[in-house]
C-alpha cells in the first residue's frame, strides 16, 4: 500500500494533499450515511493520518455537525500536510486542543486520526493512554484507514491498539485488516476509492 501511494503521488504526480482531500471526503461520507451522528471528537497524530483526521473534521463542521479537534504530539514535527489541514481549519475557526476532554459521555462518535499504517512500534506512554481512554468510550468508533495500534502487515497489537466499530480504509484493504486481530479491531472494513491504484509492476 505505501507503494501504491508512493507511485501515485511521485510517478502518476497526484499531490498528496489531493488525495487527502478524497480520503477526508469518502470517509465523511460514509459517517454521515451510516452513522448520522451529532458530537464528533476526532483525535489526531502529526502525522499525514491525523491530516486526515482534520480534514474530515473540518468537512463534518461545514455540515454543520458539532466537533471537537484534539491533536496530540509536537506540532513543529507536524507533516507539511498537517501544517496545511491547520491553516485551512484556522480559516474556519474550528478550535483544537492538546488533552482529551475529561469527559466523554457527550460524544456519540469517536474517530481515530492518531497513527496510519506506517506505525512501526509498540505505542507507550500518553498516547497509550489516550487510546485506553478512547476504547472506554460508549461512543461510536470509527478509526481512519487503520485503527492506530494494529500492524497494518500483521494484525498484531502495538502495546495497545484502537478498538473500531468501522474502518474506512484507503483504496485497498491491508493484510493486518484480515489476520490476527485484525477483524476484531477494525469491526466493518470498508475500502474507499480515492485515486490510488496498484501498478502492474508493484
Given at each position: 500500500m505505501a507503494a501504491c501511494d508512493q507511485y501515485t503521488i511521485e510517478t502518476i504526480g497526484i499531490p498528496s494533499l489531493v488525495l487527502m482531500e478524497r480520503a477526508a471526503?469518502?470517509?465523511?461520507?460514509?459517517?454521515?450515511?451510516?452513522?448520522?451522528?451529532?458530537?464528533?471528537?476526532?483525535?489526531?497524530?502529526?502525522?499525514?493520518?491525523?491530516?486526515?483526521?482534520?480534514?474530515?473534521?473540518?468537512?463534518?463542521?461545514?455540515?454543520?455537525?458539532?466537533?471537537?479537534?484534539?491533536?496530540?504530539?509536537?506540532?513543529?514535527?507536524?507533516?507539511?500536510?498537517?501544517?496545511?489541514?491547520?491553516?485551512?481549519?484556522?480559516?474556519?475557526?474550528?478550535?483544537?486542543?492538546?488533552?482529551?476532554?475529561?469527559?466523554?459521555?457527550?460524544?456519540?462518535?469517536?474517530?481515530?486520526?492518531?497513527?496510519?499504517?506506517?506505525?512501526?512500534?509498540?505505542?507507550?506512554?500518553?498516547?497509550?493512554?489516550?487510546?485506553?481512554?478512547?476504547?472506554?468510550?460508549?461512543?461510536?468508533?470509527?478509526a481512519v484507514d487503520m485503527p492506530s495500534g494494529l500492524n497494518a502487515n500483521t494484525g498484531a497489537i502495538m502495546g495497545v491498539a484502537f478498538q473500531a466499530d468501522l474502518t474506512i480504509t484507503m483504496a485497498y484493504r491491508k493484510v493486518g485488516q484480515l489476520r490476527n486481530k485484525g477483524p476484531v479491531y477494525c469491526g466493518l472494513t470498508v475500502p474507499v476509492d480515492i485515486g490510488i491504484y496498484r501498478n502492474q509492476s508493484i
Open positions: 471526503l469518502e470517509t465523511t461520507r460514509l459517517i454521515e450515511q451510516l452513522l448520522t451522528p451529532t458530537q464528533v471528537l476526532v483525535v489526531c497524530g502529526t502525522g499525514n493520518n491525523g491530516g486526515d483526521g482534520l480534514a474530515i473534521a473540518r468537512m463534518l463542521h461545514v455540515h454543520q455537525i458539532s466537533v471537537t479537534v484534539v491533536l496530540l504530539g509536537d506540532q513543529t514535527h507536524a507533516s507539511a500536510q498537517i501544517k496545511k489541514q491547520l491553516q485551512i481549519c484556522d480559516y474556519y475557526q474550528i478550535p483544537f486542543r492538546e488533552e482529551l476532554p475529561e469527559d466523554l459521555a457527550g460524544y456519540d462518535l469517536i474517530v481515530d486520526a492518531i497513527f496510519g499504517i506506517g506505525l512501526s512500534r509498540p505505542i507507550t506512554g500518553a498516547y497509550a493512554q489516550v487510546i485506553q481512554t478512547l476504547n472506554q468510550a460508549q461512543a461510536s468508533k470509527v
